[in-house]
T-cell receptor
Framework: ETGVTQSPTHLIKTRGQQVTLRCSSQSGHNTVSWYQQALGQGPQFIFQYYREEENGRGNFPPRFSGLQFPNYSSELNVNALELDDSALYLC????????????FGPGTRLTVL | DAKTTQPPSMDCAEGRAANLPCNHSTISGNEYVYWYRQIHSQGPQYIIHGLKNNETNEMASLIITEDRKSSTLILPHATLRDTAVYYCIVRVSQTGANNLFFGTGTRLTVIP
């Protein structure tokens, strides 16, 4: 059974640029959630996708957007990058939207200069 | 969602039991207690969860007080690989987005 994978591992961007992060869910999981983790903080919920539809959103501006594909893989897009967007971005998949046991990927470390 | 309070850090000797406390005095009757941990440079890992009764699995035991206002995660024989940040989360299981609200957790250091 393949776990949650994320790409790329590390990424460096400059302020104002756009970035796309990718996530492959664990086999059989139809729900994916994205989290942002700033240094020294716990992960903060960005949004969740269930069967290709956004199923909930945290306190993040619209320049954070996402997609979930028919194979349940997912993308996180961030436009107009700001310095404070530098963080570890975590993807987590679960069996369903009502299931709280989430399986996390290793994350993508984004640095905005 | 109910707020949780955890000590910022704890030490434990290798081979001894690690007991990590969590206060959740405003927990509602339908909210579960979840524990996750995050080893340095990795994504969080699910450990255990419970509603009212004590729970045990291959990783840990979860003791929930009778009034459900606090709980303790027990790692029976801590190893160096258990050094991590441990998060206590209370969450209702429901349809709709089941996002997890992480606090700052407890940094457990297992000492040789």
């Amino acid at each position: 059974e393949t776990g949650v994978t994320q790409s790329p591992t590390h990424l460096i961007k400059t302020r104002g640029q756009q970035v796309t992060l990718r996530c492959s869910s664990q086999s059989g999981h139809n729900t994916v959630s994205w989290y942002q983790q700033a240094l020294g903080q716990g992960p903060q919920f960005i949004f969740q996708y269930y069967r290709e539809e956004e199923n909930g959103r945290g306190n993040f501006p619209p320049r954070f957007s996402g997609l979930q594909f028919p194979n349940y893989s997912s993308e996180l897009n961030v436009n107009a990058l700001e310095l404070d967007d530098s963080a570890l971005y975590l993807c987590a998949s679960s069996l369903s939207s009502s299931y709280n046991e989430q399986f996390f990927g290793p994350g993508t470390r984004l640095t905005v200069l | 969602d109910a707020k949780t309070t955890q000590p910022p850090s704890m030490d434990c000797a290798e081979g001894r039991a690690a007991n990590l406390p969590c206060n959740h005095s405003t927990i509602s009757g339908n909210e579960y207690v979840y524990w996750y941990r995050q080893i340095h440079s990795q994504g969080p890992q699910y450990i255990i969860h419970g509603l009212k009764n004590n729970e045990t699995n291959e990783m840990a035991s979860l003791i929930i007080t009778e009034d459900r206002k606090s709980s303790t995660l027990i790692l029976p024989h801590a190893t160096l690989r258990d050094t991590a940040v441990y998060y206590c989360i209370v969450r209702v299981s429901q349809t709709g987005a089941n996002n997890l609200f992480f606090g700052t957790g407890t940094r457990l250091t297992v000492i040789p």
